[in-house]
């Protein structure tokens, strides 16, 4: 594995934004390339690719499309502690046997905006998420292939694109602990609802860790290395901790907390993005999810969170690792309103109505809060 070499002066350290600073231009700058999913793209049980949202931390590699070759043809590696070391071709992998599965993933920066103090990154507020439906071949037949030696205890992923973040040049790499790679339903997926990977979602093969927050699902995946000791990479000791102070080691960030959003009802305001509804009935609909089982349960408060009520849930429908829709009628009557959903899942874990903060803003999955005028 290659060194990750320090380098000084390109990109200052982690940094928490003093009270009442607003989003600055290197906040703006990666929330112009990072796009979330519009809400109203909530509607649809499967996102369109192009509406799936997307988060890339350097540059979007050079790995070509369907259409364009790249400039040096796409390979798998597969080395380290292994019997077998493998070197594979986007067609071996494709002639392999395959199985789709529709994933929800959800970046586990979602949220980190509406932290107060707010950690100084891609600024997202509940909008990092969408659900795809991944082909692919399961990862545990490749390693069986390559027959795992018994001292192995993680597989380390690399991604075909390059930069720098707080000083040290490095892959984007991460790995997972060695029960979690060979889990039945770990994919090294080549087709996202049924086309070849976009450009910006991995093209030609990423990665996909159903239940795992988005960092976990490397893209333009290149390179997989068997290694003996934990991985302590950039992406896996330095960031995506959860820490409250800058010295200690933290948790390791992992499955995504139960989240509900509601597909904002009316119409809206160009500018705040306030809800226009008109007095009367109207139903409230939406998407929930947990990576930790299904969500059992999901409210909804119309009234600032001081009341709430139960919503229709619907099963998962054979998708264990999709979101859930779910709706619930309200009578709207003139004035202005807070709509307010949480989701409970099978594990009992819930959504917090006060911020869960934490340096990195990762896993914040307060309630979401609609503002809706009724006229
Ligand atoms: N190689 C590589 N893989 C990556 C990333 C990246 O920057 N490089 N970003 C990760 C993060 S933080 C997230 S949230 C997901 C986003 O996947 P998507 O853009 O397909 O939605 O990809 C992950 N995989
Ligand atoms: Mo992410």
Same mark, same amino acid.
């Given at each position: 594995m290659e060194e990750e070499s320090p380098l000084t002066g390109i990109s200052p350290p982690g940094r928490i934004a003093a009270p009442g600073e607003g989003i600055g231009q290197d906040e703006l700058a990666l929330a112009a390339r990072n796009h979330g999913l519009p &809400?109203?793209? &909530?509607?649809?049980?499967?996102?369109p690719a192009g509406l799936h949202y997307v988060l890339v931390h350097y540059d979007i590699p050079d790995t070509g499309t369907d259409s364009t070759p790249a400039p040096t043809p796409w390979r798998l590696t597969l080395h380290g502690r292994l019997r077998t070391p493998l070197d594979l071709s986007l067609d071996d992998l494709r002639a392999l046997p395959s199985v789709t599965h529709r994933v929800t993933m959800e970046c586990a920066g979602n949220g980190r905006a509406r932290l107060s103090p707010r950690p100084v990154s891609q600024p997202w507020l509940v909008e990092a998420v969408g659900t795809a439906e991944w082909t692919g071949v399961p990862l545990r037949a490749v390693l069986a292939e390559a027959g795992v030696t018994p001292d192995a205890v993680e597989a380390v992923f690399t991604g075909a694109d390059h930069g720098v973040e707080r000083g040290v040049e490095q892959d984007y790499r991460r790995s997972l602990p060695l029960p979690v790679a060979v889990g039945a339903d770990v994919l090294l997926a080549h087709t996202m609802n049924g086309g070849p990977l976009p450009p910006q979602h991995g093209h030609p093969l990423r990665l996909v860790v159903p239940g795992w927050y988005g960092m976990a699902h490397v893209k333009w995946l290149r390179d997989i290395e068997l290694v003996d000791t934990a991985f302590r990479g950039y992406q896996q000791a330095t960031a995506y901790r959860f820490r409250q102070s800058p010295e200690e080691p933290g948790e390791p960030v992992t499955r995504i907390a139960p989240r509900a959003l509601l597909i904002p009802p009316g119409f809206p305001d160009?500018?705040?993005r306030t809800r226009v509804v008109r007095p009367g009935p109207v139903r409230i609909a939406g998407r929930a999810w947990s $990576?930790? $089982?299904?969500?059992v349960r999901v409210e909804l408060s119309t009234d600032g969170g001081g009341g709430w009520a139960d919503a229709e849930v619907l099963p998962q429908g054979g998708h264990p690792y999709a979101w859930q829709g779910w709706h619930a009628d309200w009578t709207a009557v003139p004035g202005s309103h807070t709509l307010l959903t949480r989701a409970t899942d099978a594990s009992g874990r819930t959504q917090p109505v006060q911020q869960p903060w934490n340096r990195g803003g990762f896993g914040n999955n307060q309630v979401q809060t609609v503002s809706v005028v009724c006229r």
């Amino acid at each position: 594995m290659e060194e990750e070499s320090p380098l000084t002066g390109i990109s200052p350290p982690g940094r928490i934004a003093a009270p009442g600073e607003g989003i600055g231009q290197d906040e703006l700058a990666l929330a112009a390339r990072n796009h979330g999913l519009p &809400l109203e793209a &909530l509607r649809y049980e499967v996102t369109p690719a192009g509406l799936h949202y997307v988060l890339v931390h350097y540059d979007i590699p050079d790995t070509g499309t369907d259409s364009t070759p790249a400039p040096t043809p796409w390979r798998l590696t597969l080395h380290g502690r292994l019997r077998t070391p493998l070197d594979l071709s986007l067609d071996d992998l494709r002639a392999l046997p395959s199985v789709t599965h529709r994933v929800t993933m959800e970046c586990a920066g979602n949220g980190r905006a509406r932290l107060s103090p707010r950690p100084v990154s891609q600024p997202w507020l509940v909008e990092a998420v969408g659900t795809a439906e991944w082909t692919g071949v399961p990862l545990r037949a490749v390693l069986a292939e390559a027959g795992v030696t018994p001292d192995a205890v993680e597989a380390v992923f690399t991604g075909a694109d390059h930069g720098v973040e707080r000083g040290v040049e490095q892959d984007y790499r991460r790995s997972l602990p060695l029960p979690v790679a060979v889990g039945a339903d770990v994919l090294l997926a080549h087709t996202m609802n049924g086309g070849p990977l976009p450009p910006q979602h991995g093209h030609p093969l990423r990665l996909v860790v159903p239940g795992w927050y988005g960092m976990a699902h490397v893209k333009w995946l290149r390179d997989i290395e068997l290694v003996d000791t934990a991985f302590r990479g950039y992406q896996q000791a330095t960031a995506y901790r959860f820490r409250q102070s800058p010295e200690e080691p933290g948790e390791p960030v992992t499955r995504i907390a139960p989240r509900a959003l509601l597909i904002p009802p009316g119409f809206p305001d160009f500018m705040s993005r306030t809800r226009v509804v008109r007095p009367g009935p109207v139903r409230i609909a939406g998407r929930a999810w947990s $990576g930790y $089982g299904p969500v059992v349960r999901v409210e909804l408060s119309t009234d600032g969170g001081g009341g709430w009520a139960d919503a229709e849930v619907l099963p998962q429908g054979g998708h264990p690792y999709a979101w859930q829709g779910w709706h619930a009628d309200w009578t709207a009557v003139p004035g202005s309103h807070t709509l307010l959903t949480r989701a409970t899942d099978a594990s009992g874990r819930t959504q917090p109505v006060q911020q869960p903060w934490n340096r990195g803003g990762f896993g914040n999955n307060q309630v979401q809060t609609v503002s809706v005028v009724c006229r």
